[in-house]
């Protein structure tokens, strides 16, 4: 069935409402209740959470300065619903932008799983994609995909505000097919 | 009780030094720059009289450097009044790598001290808490150290 027509359920006229509730019946009957539910519910939860990233504020290295620079007036990254959260219980997703030493690794590890599923992690600037000038260094890890699963990456050096921008519309994009393969049950 | 300068010009800090330690040898001097090495056994009074009696309230740097056959430690200090700085070279042996601390003299040389120590493996006597300060405590190398290699360099 095609997904467009369930919004349509608010205004239908009496023959509409029987042909739609059929489908659904039918749909639970063939493919079960949990795929009739991410059907249903996946788009809302995908309108909700791309439009509302909830980004940890957690400012590791010098990619910070451009991450304040996007929430900024210029560039002015909130307009995509992007807003700083303090607390890991709050956020979605883990903005590492910086080197990542040694001594901050578990604490790394652990902000990652505090943050409630489902989560998403971006990859900031070199340092965080492969350790960057800090390459084989004795005190950073060589990239953030060593310790948790990346979904973006933004390179740069640092990575410019319309770099990140771009780098969360495609999050977006990501978000909305996470939701689309309907396993928000499954988490 | 040696003169006390607030504000000594080389000529006065240097005179004043060789005439207190005659062991300190002044290496060279430019423009608000004295160099010196100083012997390890008396780097703590060399310290004491630079700070006190030279009013030297300030130490920017203490680091080490690695020479492989011995290890140095060079000391950045500074004064307020004028901008002389002086930098004091103190040579360690690499089999007895103690040196006294200073800490209790300049306290911003404590953290220079600890990261010198977690670097180099310069042990400062009498420090407060001689702990490591940016690398992991279960680190037993000492990475700034030449005979410590990278990966890619083994």
Redesign the interface.
């Known amino acids: 069935m095609d997904m467009s027509l369930y919004p349509h359920a608010v205004a239908m006229s009496a023959d509409e409402f029987m042909t739609w509730s059929d489908a659904i019946i039918n749909d639970l009957l063939s493919t079960g209740t949990k795929k009739t539910v991410d059907k249903l519910t996946g788009p809302i939860w995908a309108w909700g959470m791309k439009n509302s990233m909830h980004p940890l504020h957690w400012g590791l290295a010098c990619c910070a300065l451009e991450m304040a620079a996007a929430s900024a007036p210029r560039y002015d990254a909130e307009r995509y619903g992007m807003i700083y959260r303090s607390s890991p219980r709050q956020t979605d997703i883990l903005l590492v932008n910086g080197w990542i030493?040694?001594?901050i690794r578990p604490d790394l590890r652990r902000l990652y799983e505090m943050i409630p599923n489902p989560k998403w992690v971006v990859a900031m600037g070199e340092c965080a994609i492969s350790g960057g000038p800090w390459y084989?260094?004795?005190?950073c890890v060589q990239g953030l995909d060593q310790i948790v699963p990346v979904d973006v990456y933004i390179p740069g050096c640092p990575a410019r505000p319309d770099a990140m921008i771009d780098g969360f519309m495609l999050l977006q994009k990501k978000i909305e097919n996470y939701f689309e393969r309907g396993n928000f049950m499954e988490d | 009780m040696a003169e006390v300068y607030q504000s000594p010009s080389i000529d006065e800090a240097t005179s004043a030094l060789t005439s207190q330690f005659p062991d300190v040898k002044i290496v060279s001097t430019a423009e608000r720059r004295i160099k010196m090495t100083c012997p390890r056994e008396i780097s703590h009074d060399v310290c004491q009289f630079i700070h006190d009696n030279l009013t030297f309230e300030h130490c920017s740097v203490v680091t080490g450097v690695d020479y492989v056959d011995h290890m140095t430690v060079v000391y950045l200090l500074s004064n307020y009044y004028n901008g002389l700085m002086i930098d004091m070279d103190v040579d360690v042996p690499v089999d007895d790598l103690h040196i006294a601390s200073v800490s209790d003299i300049w306290g911003g040389a404590n953290w220079h001290e600890r990261e010198t120590w977690e670097l180099f493996g310069i042990v400062f006597d009498n420090h407060p808490r001689l702990e490591r300060l940016?690398?992991?405590k279960n680190y037993e190398?000492f990475?700034f150290r030449k005979s410590?290699k990278?990966?890619?360099q083994e």
Request: aromatic share 18%; net charge positive.
């Open positions: 030493s040694k001594k084989d260094s004795y005190n | 940016l690398t992991p190398f990475p410590y990278m990966r890619s």
